[in-house]
Nanobody
């Protein structure tokens, strides 16, 4: 069993900043790609950013230059620093990780429970 627990969401004014964290725990052998997705009301869940174990990153065009994804492999944790927030960034943010469990040894696509980010204008 693997759990992803997110924290750091909240309410912020436009132009402000928030930092999301997501810690993985459980029967973890290794973690491949980690990432953040978001889902606004009435819309599909979209990619925000991903990061490989080696640190290669990928961002949605809408957040490039404003958001920074990072990870601490020793802590099995991924972060999302969000700056210059806009009202259109309002959504539930979900952590995602490709986790290889110890027993059985297999790759699992894991999701967190989501954390609300609300940006007021």
């Amino acid at each position: 069993q693997v759990q992803l627990v997110e924290s750091g969401g909240g309410l912020v004014q436009a132009g402000g900043s928030l930092r999301l964290s997501c810690a993985a725990s459980g029967s973890i052998f290794s973690i491949d790609v980690m990432g953040w997705y978001r889902q606004a009301p009435g819309k599909q869940r979209d990619l925000v950013a991903t990061i490989t174990r080696g640190g290669s990153t990928n961002y949605a065009d809408s957040v490039k230059g404003r958001f920074t994804i990072s990870r601490d492999n020793a802590k099995n944790t991924v972060y999302l620093q969000m700056n210059s927030l806009k009202p259109e960034d309002t959504a539930v943010y979900y952590c995602n990780a490709g986790v290889v469990t110890t027993t059985p040894r297999r790759l699992n696509n894991c999701w967190g429970q989501g954390t609300q980010v609300t940006v007021s204008s």
